[in-house]
């Protein structure tokens, strides 16, 4: 089975400007969950669908935002960049119905970098 | 006070000998991850536990719900184990994943 996909895998955008993120998950995984990885803060919980439901919103401002699809596929979108979004994006899917209680398979992230 | 602490942060060995990395937590949780994060990025998830210990190769994961700790272990340890090593508990209230900072490890040959 082909791993976590997540393209592009480098972006480089200007402050002001917006983002759209994508992964796919593993054939079969439901759930996908999104982190935002940076230097000082570590690991940060974005959001986790699970049948194109949003079930859970980390503490993000509304500028970010996220969607899944019947395939299961997932996007997450970022608008009015600012230079501390610069991050590690990554993405993560399991089999079950939570993240929580799953092993989660993650992808390779994108890296974005706002200047 | 983080939810989620790890010890030590950082840690340098010499090919060969046990390592062992801590993970206390003041949540309730329902299970307990543990995840490696090569340079460049890649996670990949090791364990997941409830209670008791589960081993994979020369990787050993124990948990104490009682004392709200779980250790990880690794045997032999051998350069390629030189990774970020993560923690990461489903809490009980809320719905989400909490994260532990990661341990540094380096193995030196």
């Known amino acids: 089975k082909a791993g976590v996909t997540q393209t592009p895998r480098y972006l480089i955008k200007t402050r002001g400007q917006q983002v759209t993120l994508s992964c796919s998950p593993i054939?079969?995984?439901?759930?996908v969950s999104w982190y935002q990885q940076t230097p000082g803060q570590g690991l940060q919980f974005l959001f986790e669908y699970f049948s194109e439901t949003q079930r859970n919103k980390g503490n993000f401002p509304g500028r970010f935002s996220g969607r899944q699809f019947s395939n299961s596929r997932s996007e997450m979108n970022v608008s009015t960049l600012e230079l501390g979004d610069s991050a590690l994006y990554l993405c993560?899917?399991?089999?079950?119905?939570?993240?929580?209680?799953?092993?989660?398979?993650f992808g390779p992230g994108t890296r974005l970098t706002v200047l | 006070k983080n939810e989620v602490e790890q010890s030590p942060q950082n840690l340098t060995a010499q090919e060969g000998e046990f390592i062992t990395i801590n993970c206390s937590y003041s949540v309730g949780i329902s299970a307990l991850h543990w995840l490696q994060q090569h340079p460049g990025g890649g996670i990949v998830s090791l364990f997941m536990?409830?209670?008791?210990?589960k081993k994979h190769g020369r990787l050993i994961a124990t948990i104490n719900i009682q004392e709200k700790h779980s250790s990880l272990h690794i045997t032999a340890s051998h350069p390629r184990d030189s990774a970020v090593y993560i923690c990461a508990v489903s809490g009980n209230s809320n719905y989400q994943l909490i994260w532990g900072a990661g341990t540094k490890l380096i193995i030196k040959p």
């Open positions: 536990l409830s209670s008791g210990k």
């Open positions: 054939s079969g995984h439901r759930s």
């Open positions: 993560a899917s399991s089999s079950g119905t939570s993240m929580l209680s799953d092993t989660q398979y």
